[in-house]
């Protein structure tokens, strides 16, 4: 918890969310240029652009230049790299997870400032001023955490501290009360224990949307008959012409993906070929690649358009999109139903159960309501300390997870009960990040309500 | 009258605190006077004739690296000496022992009066000397004044004692004993937040009115281990067994009717017990669905008959005892020969302790042992260890030695106990550890001994003790680096390893199947040579656990990190913004020295810990 001052390597996105063109991502400390070498595959030069690819592994996620500061010349003081792209967020967001995954960790709000204050970076008129600024983002922070915490998310991650404690009450009364005669769980007992933790670690980075996002950005699929509009709608949402228009039905043949910000929610839109039976092989094929995508999708967007529209219509293809995906693995995802081209004609009565919005891509007229809906559906706030709030949760759900998962291995591999205790406090400490700790006598604590102990 | 000798260090009780308070400082060289209400009972223990057990052993190796009593008293008079969690791994590995009662205060008295610097006197203490805000000796019974700069104070149960049986209560320090009424009354006066705790003790049992065919035998363990690094098997005296019996629910019947005559239900006793020490009515009702609970009978020493039934601490009156200890196996006859009886004593917020053990209103005062919220011999040892360290330092000018949590259990005891206070007697659970891997009884010489080397603590004898082990681990430990073996060859065979390439011997017995005991016989190394076996088994130690501790070791790089950095005493902390009203009280109240101490605070979070930062590099450089 003492993370002032930490001499670790840090990063964050320094560009606000939501301004296009440059997105800068800022890695600070020790290890800085090491780390980036690795994302750009080639050596950096002090204080000189460097222009390469940014790669995660194999994968190019965006290419731009990178600027490396050596210590103690630079904003922090530290060794510093600047990895300046021309991505979107989502893609930041993935230069960002490489940069973790090679030993980064996500900054907190203010820190780099913060350093840039210890190092003498900022003078003491600045000081207040840095402390201020700590103390509102934290408190900005604290409670977008606590929002995050809401709901279904909140309830697995409260579940899932639950189930360790319990293993943990059990492991530390068998190691300080031996003499006692404990139901201690048998050895196999703990294997499945654990066992079903690290299940339940997975299935809660996966629901929670920004695991998905995080690591590929979370898919909206435009889908509809031909000539509905889709096309029109990606470019609106958009705000540029990306995909060709015509009033030729089956216009658009291949995938069509684009990266944007929805309400300062980063995600991918994809445009589809409208679905028809087509005798056109390029057209068939661009069909089933559609179909494809909608079991790929988070969320649907089935565009509909006036004036030829009516409730059971909707409600058909509703059907049709819900057997499409009955297949296929995974959550299916949510649909959201948009009615086009209402500056042509009134939209008809659709049933209120049906989650619809109205629009016209021409006029944009009922945009501003579509993107909130999509936001909502997305589990999203447009609050970016939220966000990053959540992108914390999902680390220290990860780093929980490989603690869980090396204490099963100790188990199994033979090792000392005292180090499968030592790897479970390790992964509560970190989901400790999320909920606040659970100290030593909270443990201890519930050993004595639970077991009788004691002479 | 004033005394008409001057010392330093002035300790108040021949407890298992103040004899360990009193043999640090005498050993530091510093005048040292131990006052005690009655020398006979110097090292007595109030409760069960045992020492050690798991936590707790970890607290006595702690002592006995500084070269402390406990430890050596130990070996001289354990008749049952066990290892606990043998089959679990040596971080959490355990000595319990037995003592015999009369042999473990002859023992402590003996080390006593055989320390240069030390003098004891018999008297109880009514008052302390205070001069403004400090501390300048203290007045006895009869009026004696003895002057020092520094007191460490360690009464145990003693202020404001109250015994309860049933409904019947008496002042008293412990059965047989006067509470220390006078001395508690001026304490109250003083700016110390004072509060209740109670504990509570079994009645005896007469042995030669048991029937011991009807009860399951507890031998000690074979080979028997010792207490003290330095402890031979050789000094143990005879060896004698444990037993073990059971309640039944005849016995749970006869305490549920009379709950109602029971001190603790009804209501008699305010203070606080400890929740892992419950009396035997708590865990009737607690956990009623339990059909009977172990009672380990043990033996009180060797030349008495007297028997101490472990497990049936109680405040119920006589009659109930009688008849609830005679509804059990092997105890259809039982004679009691001293009643139980629950304790209520005062004890002073550790809170208000600074990590030296020195109350933070009046300079020169230290508190150690039960007064600080603790139960338990050991706990009480470790901290008069601490105490009596610090008072010598201190009167010898020299900076007080404050252990850290990653460094010895001492380190964790203190830190809990003045960043959290205690509302229950606290007692040493290695789950209160984080460092535990690295806090083993096993290692405590190689944590501990030389410092207190560098303290002046440590006499010759363990000091050579200690370096011929250190010299022999090294060449141990180099030679295994060294030696490397082949696939197919002999040693590959017989420790069964299947290698597929060449192997380091060290990095063989970093493999959970390999241990030191199989190497020790691969190699032809005498399993009976004692040193070898334990210089050996010390290295398979620290190979197996070197990953783990290697990843602490950052974790720990950190706190150093923090520790240096000192925040100035003169930081207003009410006036800084950003900080939540709660932790601006407990900073301005706590005042931590440095970075690491307050990241202790409760509640403390690394936003706060970076405001407090920024302010106080401010403060540094205006
Ligand atoms: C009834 C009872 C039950 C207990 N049960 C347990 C248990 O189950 N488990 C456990 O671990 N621990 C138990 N304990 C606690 C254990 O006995 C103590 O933790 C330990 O003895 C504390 O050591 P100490 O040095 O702080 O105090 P003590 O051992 O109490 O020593 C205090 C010393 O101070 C002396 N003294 C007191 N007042 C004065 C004065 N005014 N002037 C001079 N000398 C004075 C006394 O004579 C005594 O020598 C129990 C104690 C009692 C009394
Ligand atoms: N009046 C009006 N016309 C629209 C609107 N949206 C799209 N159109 C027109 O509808 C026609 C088809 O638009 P596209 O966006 O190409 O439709 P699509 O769904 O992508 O069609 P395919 O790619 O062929 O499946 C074009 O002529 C657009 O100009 C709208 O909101 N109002
Ligand atoms: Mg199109």
Redesign the interface.
Known sequence: ???????DLICAIATPPGQGGIGIVRLSGPGAKRVAEKICARGLVSRKAVYCEFKNAAERLDDGVALWFPAPNSFTGEEVVELQGHGGPVVQQQILNALCSLGARLA???EFS?RA??NGKLD?AQ??A???L???T?IAAARAAVNTLRGDFSNKVNDLIERITTLRVQV?AA???????LEILEQAGVVEALKAIVQAHKDIIESANQGRLLSSGLQVALIGAPNVGKSSLLNALAGEEAAIVTDIPGTTRDLLKVDLLINNLPIRLVDTAGLRDSEDTIEQQGVARARAQIAQADIVLLVVAVPELTDSGVKEQIQELREQFSGAQGPPPEILVVVNKTDLAAPPDLDQRVNHAAVSARTGEGLTELKSKLQKLAGYTDDATEFSARARHVDALKAAAAQVDASLLALQ???????V??EL?LAQRYLGRITGDVS??D???RI??EF???? | MRYPEQFDVIVIGGGHAGTEAAAAAARMGVRTLLLTQNIETIGQMSC?PAIGG??KSHLVAEIDALDGVMGRATDQAGIHFRV??SS?????RAVRAQADRALYRNAVRKILENQPCLRIFQQSVVDLLVEGDRVVGCKTQMDLDFYAPCVVLTTGTFLDGKIHIGHEQHPGGRAGDAPSNLLAQRLRALPFRVGRLKTGTPPRIDGRTVDFTKLEQQPGDDPRPVMSSMGQRSEHPAQTQCHITYTNDRTHKIIRDNLHRSAMFSGAIEGVG?????SIED?VV??AD?TQ??I?IEPEGLTTTELYP??V?TSLPFDVQLAFLRTMRGFEQAHISRPGYAIEYDYFDPRDLTYSLQTKALEGLFFAGQINGTTGYEEAGAQGLLAGINAARKVKGQSFWEPRRDEAYIGVLVDDLIN?GTTEPYRM????A?F??RLRQDNADQRLTPLGIDMGLVGTQRRQHFQVKMRQLQVLSEDFARQSILPGSDLDAVLALNLRKETRLLDALRR??VSADGVAQALAVDTNDEVAMGVLRQLEIETKYAG?IRRQDDEIA??R??EG?QIPPELDYLG????SNELRQKLDQQRPAS??RA?RIQG????A???????A??VV??
Do not use: W
Request: with cysteine.
């Open positions: 918890m003492t993370d002032a001052v930490d001499q907190k709000p203010g913060e204050f210890h003491l000081a207040e840095v402390a201020d700590i103390s509102s934290s530390e190691i300080d009360f031996p003499d006692e005669e591999g033979g090792l000392g009960v005292e180090l205790a030592e406090s030593a006598d443990l201890l604590g004595f309500s009788c102990i004691g002479k | 069960n798991i936590g606990l969690n679990k791994g040596p971080a959490v400890p929740r892992y020490c419950p865990k607690r956990f339990k609970h172990q380990f472990n497990g601490s959290l659970f290695t789950s209160r984080e535990r891997l959970p199947e783990y950190k706190i990190r923090h950095m800084i913004d950003g900080l970075l690491a990241a403390m979070t690394p936003a810990l970076s405001i407090i930062l920024i302010h590099k401010k450089s205006a």
